[in-house]
């Protein structure tokens, strides 16, 4: 059993260590990596946790007032397309690639027999989330990118794969993702962006405008347009890799060392694209995102004319994880500065974290954490299942199809819940949570980006609408949540395990109705919907995991399965106010500093309450 954390003993959430002090993280991995993969991944997270916590730390907050800066012009007046960095973001580049972030996932690193699970590449951004949401974008995009040019690409485009999944900082390119274009927004079927095939130049060239454009100067970047003849809407989009450098003026992608050592392009060398402006963004300062007129910029097919937009959804899986993963990392950072703020802070004689109502907001936050990364992280894991499958040339239709509802619903709820924890851990700190020399204020800025990236909450519901009509997502998401609460038979578990077995009857009954229903009546319901699978779905991962822990002698976890299943799924008369529940006093300990609960405690504490 683990002693409970002091937070009392820092002074605040940096120049510490990330995975050390996240619990929540730990016990996740340790659920979805084969015992192996935990051993070898152990050291290397905490390592990076140590890493996160201290230089990126600092840095992510000197580039928030000196974020990068586009020159999209030579002193000549000619289109250079340079973006200009600050040391501090390229340091926290170097620290993240060299470490694999995205390499460990895609090539097989040192000590091991073949790459790690993509969910190590999302609990690696999680952790780079604490100080950095930012920059987990461009790590987010290159990973998205090598996933697509591993499925996808006939072979021709391996130099620009290898450089994707380098694990030598100096040798890497990025991944970008232009798909927005000023007259579509979410409707990806309106692009215009043409691609017409050069003969002369034997290359695709492409030609159009696209409005939103992250990561704008990466040497990976995928965009959508429609080639010559091709039909209207989705159907007709076909996928093309675009350089930042011109690709015929350079042997290979232009690397990072390349822009180090040689600084920027000269204007014969820049790809026939503009980078016209930066957005002046509330938040993730530290990734470009700005606009680009593509005029005849040179480009690579990628796979076959027309399946763009499938080979998008593909990308859009792992950024929407990604988005998620980033959610939990900054609701963990807001959590832990609240935490030692309230463990340090003293009023009226008593440090905050005494009072009551301080700490049902800590538990509340404590459990709102646990449920998002516990929900995360087993989407995650069915990603991983999915894709060392088709690796192998195997199928895993099952993890599929449930893949397919989870990870828009994982999106969706978990940017939300990052923007209110955000938000309340600036409450917490008070007058200093508003400005700029405290870390929250730019967690909550961070976070608000969240909802919007890879899908606005409508658009992720209409989402999983397509995944149980089209992908009959209801069936193994049934079998998933029935395994689960029948492993459940503790009795401290027993009437919370009875309140989600009596939510998710009603669940099924809400996805019966739906499917008797018009459309336009199933999307009015269709963020109810996907909230609800949320709720009743992290219940049974909770209850379950908390059955395993509690045989293994520690109750913690069942205190939190049980107030998560209390504050989403259950009714409570006048607002709970008559329940006579003093949990947040009684479990405050346990649930907020990780302190360890026997088995038998739990017990009682239910027949109490009872």
């Known amino acids: 059993m683990s002693s409970a954390i002091d937070y009392g003993s820092f ?39 140590e890493i996160v916590g201290h230089t990126v730390a600092d840095n992510a907050d000197y580039v928030d007032d000196h ?69 987990d974008c461009p790590v987010a995009m290159t990973a998205g990118a090598a996933l697509v040019l591993e499925k996808f690409d006939d072979g021709s485009l391996a130099e620009y794969y290898e450089a994707l999944t380098s ?37 695709w060239r492409l030609t159009g405008e696209k409005w939103f454009c992250s990561n704008i100067d990466a040497e990976g970047t995928l965009a959508l347009a429609r080639t010559e003849d091709a039909p209207g809407g989705t159907d007709g989009l076909s996928m093309f890799l675009v350089p930042h450098a011109d690709p015929d003026c350079s042997e290979g992608p232009w690397t990072k060392g390349d822009r180090l050592e040689d600084g920027p392009l000269v204007p014969d060398a820049v790809n026939d694209q503009r980078y016209r402006r930066l957005k002046d963004k509330l ?55 609240s935490k030692i ?29 646990e449920a998002a990364t516990t929900y995360v992280f087993e989407a995650a894991r069915l990603l991983s299942e999915r894709e060392r499958a088709e690796r192998a040339g195997e199928s895993a239709e099952d993890a599929y199809r449930l893949m397919r509802l989870l990870i828009p619903v994982a999106k969706l709820r978990t940017a939300r819940m990052a923007v209110d924890t955000a938000s309340y851990a600036m409450e917490i700190q008070g007058g200093n949570g508003y400005v700029n020399d405290f870390v929250t204020n730019r967690l909550l800025r961070d976070a608000q980006v969240l909802p ?72 009015l319901s269709a963020k109810r919907l996907s909230h609800y699978v949320f709720d009743v779905f992290t219940a049974a991962l909770l209850l379950e995991e908390a059955q395993e822990q509690l045989e293994d ?39 907020v500093r990780y302190a360890s609960v026997s088995p038998e405690a739990l017990t009682d504490t239910v027949v109490a309450d009872d």
């Open 11 to 49: 002074e605040e959430g940096r120049h510490v260590n990330y995975w050390t002090l996240d619990r929540t993280i730990q016990r996740e991995l340790r659920c979805i990596y084969a015992e192996d993969e935990f051993e070898w991944a152990e050291p290397r997270l905490s390592e990076f946790g």
């Open 452 to 523: 919007i990236w890879e899908g606005t909450e409508n658009i992720l519901s209409l989402d999983v609408l397509r995944a149980l009509e089209r992908e009959d997502a209801h069936e193994p998401f049934r079998e998933a949540v029935e395994k689960r609460l029948e492993s459940v038979s503790h009795p401290a578990l027993e009437d919370a395990a009875e309140t989600v077995e009596s939510e998710f009857r009603d669940l099924e009954t809400a996805l019966v109705t739906l499917a008797g229903e018009d459309a336009e009546y199933a999307q």
């Open 167 to 203: 694990r030598d900082y100096e040798g890497s390119i990025e991944g970008g993702m232009f798909l927005t274009e000023k007259q579509g927004g979410s409707d990806v079927g309106a692009t215009e962006t043409r691609a017409e095939y050069d003969e002369e130049a034997d290359c």
């Open 341 to 369: 703020h309230a463990a340090s802070r003293e009023a009226f004689g008593e440090t905050i974290d005494q009072y009551p109502l301080m700490r049902a907001d800590l538990v509340d936050m404590a459990v709102d954490h």
């Open 553 to 591: 002698g520690e109750g913690r976890l069942g205190l939190v399965a049980n107030r998560f299943v209390a504050t989403e799924l259950e009714e409570q008369e006048a607002r709970g106010i008559t329940s006579g529940d003093r949990f947040p006093l009684e479990q405050f300990d346990a649930v």
């Open 283 to 337: 938040g993730t300062i530290s990734v470009p995102t700005g606009e680009v007129e593509f005029d005849g910029a040179k480009a690579h097919l990628v796979g076959e004319e027309e399946r763009g937009f499938k080979q998008m959804t593909e990308m859009l899986n792992v950024e929407r994880l990604s988005n998620a993963a980033a959610s939990c990392g900054i609701m963990g950072r807001a959590l832990l500065e």
């Open 67 to 135: 974020g990068p800066e586009l020159e999209a012009y030579d002193k000549h007046g000619e289109v250079q397309n340079r973006v200009r960095y600050p040391p501090e973001l390229l340091e926290t580049e170097r620290v993240a690639y060299d470490r694999g972030i995205v390499a460990d996932a895609f090539e097989t690193p040192p000590g091991r027999d073949e790459p790690m699970p993509l969910a190590h590449n999302l609990a690696m951004q999680y952790l780079l989330s604490y100080a950095e949401p930012g920059f």
